[in-house]
């Protein structure tokens, strides 16, 4: 049975790309019959509190995008908060350690910004390597002045895939991305570790998101190879853009639900959502159910979708 997912990071008010996204996500998964879990990902819980988890499952439940496990719906991967998740994050971690392929990297974010290193396609440094060599006894040497964050070592090889949307996609691990985080410095696991041990716990057989994760992905396979899980398939859609042609961000007003409830219905909005994705051409307001039928991967676009400037 396929099972999506939505994961959202409730760093914020809800906003259309993050609708779009579970929309895809809820959509893809229903139309095979499959279901759909609500996971929170709110590592970084100085930038996630509660608050805004409630808010986004009170903005999910509004929209009409249902799950079957997760928050308010329970199900046998509780807890579905990845605060309250580290334990499994730490286990993943000592498996990699065995493997030896894990390194204390004590370079702080301004030497890695500093540093003339190439960028990935995340906007990132691809990590130089620095702290690859230190020693044992370097490394317990600098411990003793700043607490290091865990690396993955990763071998100069080309991971490739075939996305469900964008087709191929192919980056060597060494050259493209780098050894990356797996834990902070300050403890916090690492979104790319996190999201895989997850995903194969939930059983996610589908990964449903936007194509500035699409670079995230050669690593997120890699890892499972690493920790001997069984990967999803994953389909990358279209970020939609501001009208200015900006990434857009939880910091725009007036894409944020808040600006956007009082002003129109939830079938308005995913109708009108589901025009700009190609599978509604009319906009007409719709319900979720509504638009299973009208929606297929062949209509939705390649390109960032630009949003049309909005009436006040
Ligand atoms: N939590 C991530 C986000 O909100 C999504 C991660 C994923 O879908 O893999 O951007």
């Known amino acids: 049975m396929t099972v999506g997912r939505f994961a959202p990071s409730p760093s914020g008010r809800i906003h ?12 893809s998964a229903r139309q095979k019959g499959g279901k759909v879990i609500l996971r929170i990902e709110d590592l970084d819980t100085a930038r996630c509190p509660q608050r805004y988890a409630d808010q986004m499952i009170a903005d999910l439940q509004w929209l009409g995008l249902t799950w079957d496990e997760g928050p308010v719906a329970g199900g046998p991967c509780q807890p579905y908060f990845q605060s309250r998740r580290t334990a499994l994050y730490q286990q993943a971690l000592e498996t ?18 500093a540093a003339s290193a190439p960028h990935r396609s995340d906007g990132q440094p691809v990590y130089p390597g620095t702290c690859r060599a230190l020693s044992p006894a370097q490394a317990a040497e600098r411990a003793y002045v700043r607490a290091p964050a865990l690396r993955l070592r990763v071998p100069d090889e ?45 059983g996610v057989t589908e990964v449903v998101r936007g194509a500035d994760l699409l670079g995230s992905t050669p690593r997120q396979l890699y890892l499972y190879k690493l920790l001997g899980l069984p990967a999803p398939s994953f ?13 857009l961000s939880k910091r725009d007003a007036d894409a944020g639900l808040d600006a956007l409830r009082g002003r129109v219905t939830a079938p308005e909005l995913l109708g009108w959502l589901a025009g700009l994705a190609g599978f509604n051409p009319s906009g007409e307001p719709c319900t979720p ?17 630009r949003l049309p400037v909005m009436e006040r």
């Open 96 to 113: 990699l350690q065995a493997q030896g392929l894990v390194y204390p990297c004590f370079c702080t974010r301004a030497e890695l910004h």
């Open 235 to 247: 389909c990358h859609f279209p970020l939609l853009l501001a009208p200015d042609g900006r990434r």
């Open 158 to 202: 080309d991971w490739g895939f075939l996305d469900g949307h964008m087709g191929a996609y192919r980056e060597n691990l060494a050259r493209d991305c780098g050894d990356f985080l797996l834990r902070r410095s300050d403890g916090m696991f690492a979104y790319q570790l996190a999201v895989v041990v997850d995903d194969a716990a939930m």
């Open 16 to 27: 259309l790309g993050n609708i779009l996204c579970c929309l895809l996500a809820w959509l």
């Open 289 to 305: 159910q509504q638009l299973l039928p009208r929606f297929s991967w062949d209509l939705v676009p390649k390109e960032d979708i």
